[in-house]
């Protein structure tokens, strides 16, 4: 258990620098917009999605409630960075999807978090990369995986 509490320190502090630190306010320049986080969340959950979400889906990846979620994509559809089209399973609902300028938006925020990753760790031997993706990758699905 020592070990697993030497580690949250270490945790909570790599959260902090990449989610309030330069790297996100770098990621969210490159976009060419001014987003606040959570618009940008809504576009980095589409962009992960394979196909248009309703907000409900959006929320339950975001871990939010979907009022939060509406109004977020109702600024967004105003922008022009997404739309509504039908969902083909049940005409009375939409789905949200990211328009070209949202997606692009979506992929320039990724290029730079990864771009900040991998300098990172560019002096890593490939094993120890390879291991850390493989690490955080079962770390995050056991995580989503547990939570309510």
Not at 62 to 82: D, F, I, K, N
């Amino acid at each position: 258990m020592a070990d697993e509490l030497d580690f949250l320190p270490r945790l909570m502090r790599m959260s902090t620098a990449i989610s309030r630190g330069q790297v996100v306010q770098r990621a969210t320049e490159a976009t060419g917009l001014t987003l606040d986080r959570p618009a940008m969340s809504i576009l980095l959950t589409l962009a992960m999605a394979d196909g248009p979400l309703r907000v409900g889906e959006i929320a339950d990846r975001m871990q939010v409630v979907g009022p939060h979620v509406t109004r977020q994509v109702q600024a967004l559809e105003q922008r022009g960075l997404v739309r509504r089209v039908a969902d083909p399973s049940d005409r009375r609902a939409s789905l949200i999807e990211a328009t070209e300028t949202g997606a692009e938006a979506a992929n320039r925020y990724t290029s730079t978090i990864i771009g900040w990753f991998r300098d990172v760790v560019a002096d890593w031997p490939a094993h120890d990369r390879s291991e850390l993706g493989r690490l955080l990758g079962k770390l995050a699905d056991d995580i989503t995986n547990r939570l309510p």
